[in-house]
């Protein structure tokens, strides 16, 4: 027990180090973090609502931190390039958020143009308020779907340990990174009041 916490720290302190240094990345992290806290109290009565919230709220705003803030230069500070730090990725890289975002962009669309989603739905949606359903229902494999592959891909290219740390620390991400990101957002705001520019007059 001892070795799997130790490598869960090590993982953690690898994502923080090499993937938020941007502090709007950071602050979007927390927001993320908060809603993925709600999504599990509601998981459990109201599944479908859940995963609308992780996917349609958490989930956009902790990949936009990553894709559109976080730096991509050279990491002179870690001594890393962008390109050997999406090599050694545990998780998800850019390259595999694509197209997991991209599945998710797709399945509402699908949705909408197969109302069973191709059987999968025995009663095909008839009001906004079961095709809101079935697409958190959608949504929820998908992300329960994306956590078992990249586990047991992990079992195979890396080794079990490792596997379940990392199943591990993506379930309990959401508590880390509100207890480490609390301040990202007063930070945000108060850069942004120093970059504003100063009125006329």
Request: contains cysteine; glycine residues 8%; hydrophobic residues 45%.
């Amino acid at each position: 027990m001892g070795r799997f916490r130790e490598q869960l720290a090590e993982q953690r302190w690898d994502d923080h180090r090499y993937y938020h240094h941007s502090i709007v990345n950071q602050a979007l992290h927390f927001f993320s973090a908060c809603t993925f806290v709600l999504s599990y109290a509601l998981v459990w009565n109201y599944p479908w609502l859940a995963a609308l919230l992780a996917w349609g709220f958490a989930m956009t705003s902790r990949q936009a931190g990553h894709f559109f803030f976080e730096p991509k230069g050279y990491d002179y500070e870690n001594e890393a390039t962008h390109e050997y730090k999406e090599e050694i990725k545990v998780g998800y890289n850019l390259a595999r958020k694509v197209v997991l975002m991209g599945l998710w962009g797709l399945a509402p669309l699908v949705l909408y143009l197969n109302p069973s989603f191709f059987g999968v739905f025995s009663e095909p949606f008839t009001g906004l308020r079961m095709y809101l359903e079935d697409l958190g229902m959608i949504w929820l494999a998908l992300g329960v779907g994306a956590l078992l592959f990249r586990t047991i891909q992990l079992f195979f290219i890396r080794d079990v340990e490792t596997g379940l740390v990392w199943a591990a620390k993506i379930i309990t991400d959401p508590f880390h990174d509100m207890k480490m990101y609390f301040r990202a957002p007063g930070e945000c705001a108060r850069a942004a009041k120093a970059w504003r520019p100063a009125r006329r007059g």
